[in-house]
């Protein structure tokens, strides 16, 4: 575990979470908690792949082939028991280029499409870039926990102008993982009024013990036809950088209008590193993740419990998956920009602001704690400090 102790530098990486703080909180001296990416080194065997790769120093265009195909198939088998057709595969230098794509590609300007917030922002821009509109379907806080209003989902996906259901699961910023009960519900309702579905499962791998990732297009052949699965390596094994990940596209039809709108931009091919970093880590990483979960759950347990004893003005809301907490700061009585400015100014401590989410995010943080302990309990004390002093 000692991998996951150690703080490296990361500041002069070109590191958009450290080597951006000036511009985005106007502070340097900020402890970056923000963007979604981890302050640990990957799996060796990512760096070694890469390496290994990089000595024959040429780098040509290069194919996404059986074996890369193959590590992806055995991984979703192996931790999600999906067994997918290696020929639904198609792949994506990112997530978030996959959801503008396929919301071109399944849908018309001026459709609505089915969102539920506070979420990802990059969710609307896929929507609202290409002249559809977006409904929202508002994620409910009881006790708590974020609870969907299936009355309300249902009534959004009967309206025939909403064509498709973006899926944001597990969910960010608010860190729930869907049950079967959930997701089958969701799923049932879309199957019948026909809405596709885009699910990111970008975090799928990263859900604590107790929880249990499904993907939404294993539950079925009828449901998987209407789901359009987007998946990648890069949150699981922090390899973002390298711009690598992959869509599961059952049904031909929609697979094969993806893949043209792929190709009317110019998007045909990875990233080499990409790919040899994709298949390393899947082939390799097994012990590596279930060693960061570890970790993470330590680093979530420790936020809670001492911002619980600490103080009752933030509330750090049960992450299930990911590495994202959701603090509850409505106690704080601040408005947004006073709430912004006291993580900024006084705890120096460099977060998402809630808002960004949508407006249900008002009064809320997002923190990311995927780094190594120090920094977490750094983090945590100047906002004790900044609240207390
Ligand atoms: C839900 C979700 N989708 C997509 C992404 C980004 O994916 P990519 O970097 O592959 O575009 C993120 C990153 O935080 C995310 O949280």
Same mark, same amino acid.
């Given at each position: 575990?000692?991998? +996951?102790?150690?703080? *490296?530098?990361?500041? !002069?990486?070109?590191? $958009? /979470?450290?080597? %951006?703080?000036?511009?985005?909180?106007?502070?340097?001296?900020?402890?970056?908690?923000?963007?979604?990416?981890?302050?640990?080194?990957?799996?060796?065997?990512?760096?070694?792949?890469?390496?290994?790769?990089?000595?024959?120093?040429?780098?040509?265009?290069?194919?996404?082939?059986?074996?890369?195909?193959?590590?992806?198939?055995?991984?979703?088998?192996?931790?999600?028991?999906?067994?997918?057709?290696?020929?639904?595969?198609?792949?994506?230098?990112?997530?978030?280029?996959?959801?503008?794509?396929?919301?071109?590609?399944?849908?018309?300007?001026?459709?609505?499409?089915?969102?539920?917030?506070?979420?990802?922002?990059? +969710?609307?821009?896929? *929507?609202?870039?290409? !002249?559809?509109?977006? $409904? /929202?379907?508002? %994620?409910?806080?009881?006790?708590?926990?974020?609870?969907?209003?299936?009355?309300?989902?249902?009534?959004?996906?009967?309206?025939?102008?909403?064509?498709?259901?973006?899926?944001?699961?597990?969910?960010?910023?608010?860190?729930?993982?869907?049950?079967?009960?959930?997701?089958?519900?969701?799923?049932?309702?879309?199957?019948?009024?026909?809405?596709?579905?885009?699910?990111?499962?970008?975090?799928?791998?990263?859900?604590?013990?107790?929880?249990?990732?499904?993907?939404?297009?294993?539950?079925?052949?009828?449901?998987?036809?209407?789901?359009?699965?987007?998946?990648?390596?890069?949150?699981?094994?922090?390899?973002?950088?390298?711009?690598?990940?992959?869509?599961?596209?059952?049904?031909?039809?929609?697979?094969?209008?993806?893949?043209?709108?792929?190709?009317?931009?110019?998007?045909?091919?990875?990233?080499?590193?990409?790919?040899?970093?994709?298949?390393?880590?899947?082939?390799?990483?097994?012990?590596?993740?279930?060693?960061?979960?570890?970790?993470?759950?330590?680093?979530?347990?420790?936020?809670?419990?001492?911002?619980?004893?600490?103080?009752?003005?933030?509330?750090?809301?049960?992450?299930?998956?990911?590495?994202?907490?959701?603090?509850?700061?409505?106690?704080?009585?601040?408005?947004?920009?006073?709430?912004?400015?006291?993580?900024?100014?006084?705890?120096?401590?460099?977060?998402?602001?809630?808002?960004?989410?949508?407006?249900?995010?008002?009064?809320?943080?997002?923190?990311?704690?995927?780094?190594?302990?120090?920094?977490?309990?750094?983090?945590?004390?100047?906002?004790?400090?900044?609240?207390?002093?």
């Amino acid at each position: 575990m000692e991998k +996951f102790r150690n703080t *490296v530098t990361r500041t !002069g990486t070109r590191s $958009v /979470k450290w080597d %951006l703080r000036e511009s985005i909180f106007q502070n340097k001296d900020v402890l970056p908690m923000w963007v979604a990416d981890m302050d640990f080194p990957s799996t060796d065997a990512v760096k070694d792949a890469i390496v290994e790769r990089a000595q024959h120093n040429i780098y040509g265009y290069t194919i996404t082939d059986q074996p890369v195909k193959g590590a992806i198939q055995q991984w979703v088998k192996k931790r999600h028991q999906w067994d997918i057709d290696e020929k639904w595969l198609l792949f994506s230098p990112g997530v978030v280029t996959s959801l503008h794509m396929a919301v071109q590609a399944l849908s018309n300007e001026n459709d609505h499409i089915l969102i539920q917030t506070p979420v990802y922002p990059p +969710f609307y821009g896929a *929507v609202e870039k290409h !002249g559809r509109k977006i $409904v /929202k379907n508002s %994620l409910q806080l009881k006790d708590g926990r974020y609870e969907i209003d299936f009355e309300d989902f249902e009534q959004k996906v009967t309206d025939d102008q909403v064509t498709l259901f973006i899926l944001c699961s597990p969910h960010n910023p608010l860190g729930r993982v869907w049950t079967e009960d959930e997701l089958h519900k969701m799923a049932d309702l879309c199957l019948k009024h026909n809405v596709t579905i885009i699910s990111d499962e970008i975090h799928g791998d990263l859900t604590y013990p107790e929880h249990t990732h499904i993907p939404m297009a294993s539950f079925s052949d009828e449901i998987r036809e209407q789901v359009i699965t987007c998946m990648a390596p890069s949150k699981t094994f922090n390899l973002a950088g390298l711009q690598a990940s992959y869509l599961i596209v059952p049904n031909e039809k929609k697979r094969k209008s993806i893949e043209k709108q792929f190709s009317s931009q110019g998007l045909g091919m990875l990233n080499t590193f990409g790919i040899v970093a994709m298949e390393a880590a899947y082939l390799h990483g097994e012990e590596w993740l279930d060693q960061l979960i570890q970790v993470l759950d330590e680093n979530k347990k420790y936020v809670q419990e001492k911002i619980h004893e600490h103080t009752d003005q933030i509330k750090v809301l049960d992450a299930e998956g990911t590495y994202l907490l959701w603090l509850d700061c409505r106690q704080m009585g601040l408005s947004s920009s006073e709430l912004k400015q006291f993580f900024v100014s006084n705890a120096k401590v460099g977060l998402n602001d809630g808002l960004s989410f949508g407006r249900e995010g008002d009064g809320f943080m997002r923190m990311n704690i995927a780094c190594p302990n120090e920094i977490v309990v750094e983090g945590v004390n100047r906002i004790i400090q900044a609240l207390n002093g």
